[in-house]
Nanobody
Framework: VQLQASGGGLVQSGGSLRLSCAAS????????IGWFRQAPGKEREGISC????????YYADSVEGRFTISTDNAKGTFYLQMNNLQPEDTAVYYC????????????????????????WGQGTQVTVSS
């Protein structure tokens, strides 16, 4: 069972990247999915998630309108399209999948609480230069 994140890199301000997270060993569509990031010296920040109750997507204010989360259950992969990247987006980005009783997703510390399973990818570095 694992999540494999990829797609990070170095990009100039205003550029774009697409992160991918490939799931193996479990059924992705039975899980809420999310993307989180952590910059040096800062706490982990939830930036986007999709619940598996009605597939609603949620975004942090800091990325609303610039980032788009999507999923391809047939491929067992989900994505984060990041446009108009800014230096403050520099961080290690992590993907996660959780099987919660409610099917809801959370961008805060409630993520994964009471989940039967809670998987995390290894992180991929995104660096945005000014």
């Amino acid at each position: 069972v694992q999540l494999q994140a990829s797609g990070g890199g170095l990009v100039q301000s205003g550029g774009s990247l697409r992160l991918s997270c490939a799931a193996s060993g479990f059924t992705l569509e039975e899980h809420a999915i999310g993307w989180f990031r952590q910059a040096p010296g800062k706490e982990r920040e939830g930036i986007s998630c999709i619940n598996n109750r009605d597939s609603s997507a949620y975004y942090a204010d800091s990325v609303e309108g610039r980032f788009t989360i999507s999923t391809d259950n047939a491929k067992g992969t989900f994505y984060l399209q990041m446009n108009n990247l800014q230096p403050e987006d520099t961080a290690v980005y992590y993907c996660a999948a959780a099987d919660t009783p409610s099917g809801l997703c959370f961008l805060d510390l409630k993520w994964g609480v009471n989940a039967e399973s809670n998987y995390w990818g290894q992180g991929t570095q995104v660096t945005v230069s000014s």
